[in-house]
Structure formats: structure tokens, C-alpha cells
């Protein structure tokens, strides 16, 4: 039988996860992307915490005009300014299954620009 899009993602995406963690020093930077938002968050992996996370339903991202690929673009911006606050600098990049492309590039783009080393 043929997989839905949505289990072909989550395959990928438990391949992705055997590879990619999140320690306290490089925190794991996770994304989600829905229909209409996308969601970011810097989890370590060891301790099982969140150090920050952003939205494009967060109030001041979500006021912004544009198209989803750039508040994508805001959202990794927003969510870098809130890890360097957290002291963190270097992240290991967890795309979620998605391809590299639109959204999710736009994203690491933003959170790049911002400062984060990837």
C-alpha cells in the first residue's frame, strides 16, 4: 500500500531524529510547518526542555504582512534572538521531515541572519 504524505514524513523524519540531537550546548532546532503557521522551538534533547520557541502566531509576528515565506523568514529571526538571550549561539537544524525548500529554508535563512551558526 501507497504512504500518505503525512506518513512519509514521519518516516523521514525518525531518520532524521537517530541523527540529529539536541545537547545544553547545541540545542536541537525543531520545526513544524502547518497549513497556515509554522512553529519553531530549541529543545535539548538530554534534558528534555524547551529553551525557546517562536510562532508565527505570536502576536508581533503575526500583525506582519507578507506571504507564509516571509513571516517564515521572521519567525527564524525571532527565534534567534531569543536563543542568543538564552546564551546559545550554535544549533543543530532538525527540518521535521519537510524538504529544504520554501518555508523551512526561509526559516533557517532567518535564524542565520539573525546570528545562529548552524
Known amino acids: 500500500m501507497k504512504l500518505t504524505k503525512n506518513q512519509r514524513r514521519l518516516r523521514i523524519k525518525s531518520r532524521i531524529r537517530k541523527a540529529v540531537s539536541g545537547t545544553d550546548a547545541r540545542p536541537r532546532l525543531a520545526v513544524f510547518r502547518s497549513n497556515k ?3 519553531a522551538q530549541l529543545v535539548d534533547d538530554v534534558s528534555g526542555k524547551t529553551l525557546a520557541a517562536a510562532s508565527s502566531r505570536d502576536k ?8 507564509k515565506t ?4 521572521l519567525v527564524g ?17 532538525d527540518r521535521g521531515g519537510y ?3 520554501g518555508r523551512v529554508k526561509s526559516l533557517a535563512e532567518g535564524a542565520r541572519e539573525a546570528g545562529l551558526k548552524f
Open 77 to 93: 529571526k525571532a527565534v534567534a534572538e531569543k536563543a542568543i538571550k538564552a546564551g546559545v549561539d550554535t544549533i543543530a537544524f
Open 60 to 67: 508581533d509576528i503575526s500583525s506582519a504582512k507578507g506571504n
Open 37 to 39: 503557521e509554522i512553529y
Open 99 to 101: 524538504l529544504y525548500h
Open 70 to 73: 516571509e513571516v517564515a523568514t
